[in-house]
């Protein structure tokens, strides 16, 4: 006899871009997954790294490439642009507006609400490596892990998405 | 005894991207899969709700935010851009003019035949009302709901992917 | 009785972009599950065909706008661009040092590597036929078929993902 475990009572998702617009959907759907009861793994590996950036500046020493890199890229969740209509920094700001009259929460409030409910949050070590960013310039109670942690969770899980 | 609901049955998507190509693969992959006998619901969300809007203006009354994210965004299938050699809307031209020419069917002709196939296309109506639009500005024939409810059809479903 | 196949020895991607960074993503993600033991299709699609593409050009005769298009579209490995940080060129090339720096696979390497561990790469045929791509201008070993092979092997994977 098998114990089958049911795979509905987890979910996985990549977040890959690190855009504004796909950081929010991302965690509109993790922290949806979570208050119906689900366990939810979010994995963030390349420009989804800059969704977990403190916004300031962690003063971490290193080499050239890697500080042109951290600096020019946008630092934790008040910085990100628009996938579209992004209108030089304008798009965001009228998005933001449009959200807040809606009531619709914030991605800081989206992020402190994944923790809350316990939502599993990974960054990818491998992309942390080669961007260059250490972990005391991401958020705080993340998880660390490559990409056979990733696989290993996708399998106990039915829905895993790439964002 | 627990009766096994056949996942195989079954595929979601969510439409989060507005471009034309993306839409194409979107609908591509819907209206094979329904053509094989699955039921598909693809829901959109933030701008693959163009992907939906009615091309002539619905007059809908609206504050100014909305009426400007409106009046920007494509309004529909036929003024969809590319993700890629957009080229100020020269490349979509070019892409439909090969794509006709090859016999592929028009983004338009691909929503007419998802909804003959009976695919449920489901607006997101959170993003509806940070976005400002409203049902008469969207196609006929769609359902509206939000994330909990994607949430649920993904659970019966083997194949989910986020596009 | 039914045999139940299982699906977490199967994974399958759907690689519709062609940006260097999304690329690299994808064949992480494909080796390091071959090297887990799974069986790993990747289907190749849009954009995702430029990965795909032999960097010298193959002489083949056709329209004008298929000529335009091949041109105007990045030759495999080495010539594809980031889905971010691009700034004209510069982006790749400031990428591909850092990872070099930290001994991650270059795109080439991954490529062969998937090429060593028997993942399955297939090239969709609709997508070759509207760009305007024959099989003499793809790498060689590829499988070439259409969306209901795609949805088939789907249906026997766990993880399935729209890249």
Redesign the interface.
């Known amino acids: 006899m098998t114990t089958e475990v049911d ?2 009572q987890k ?1 996985t998702m ?1 977040v ?3 855009d504004l ?2 950081a929010m ?1 991302s965690f ?2 993790a922290t ?2 979570a208050a ?1 009861g ?1 366990q939810v793994t979010m994995f963030f ?3 989804g790294l800059n969704v977990l950036r403190k916004d300031e500046s962690a003063n971490v020493k290193k080499p050239f ?2 500080k ?2 951290e600096r ?2 946008p630092r934790g969740p008040k910085k990100l642009g628009l ?3 992004n209108m030089a920094g304008m798009g965001p700001k ?2 933001k ?3 807040k009259e ?1 009531n ?1 929460s914030s991605l800081d409030e989206l992020i402190e609400m994944a923790q809350d409910l316990d939502v599993k949050m990974v960054a990818c070590t ?1 992309s942390m ?4 960013l250490t972990q005391e310039e991401l958020i705080d109670d993340l998880d660390y892990a ?3 942690s ?2 290993s969770e ?2 106990e899980a ?6």
């Open positions: 795979k509905n979910l990549i890959f871009d690190g617009d796909k959907a509109i759907i949806g997954a119906m689900k590996t390349f420009w490439l890697e042109m890199f020019m890229m996938s579209n209509m009228v998005m507006k449009m959200m809606k619709v491998m490596d080669v961007m260059g490559g990409v056979a990733y696989l996708a399998d039915n829905t895993n998405l790439f964002i």
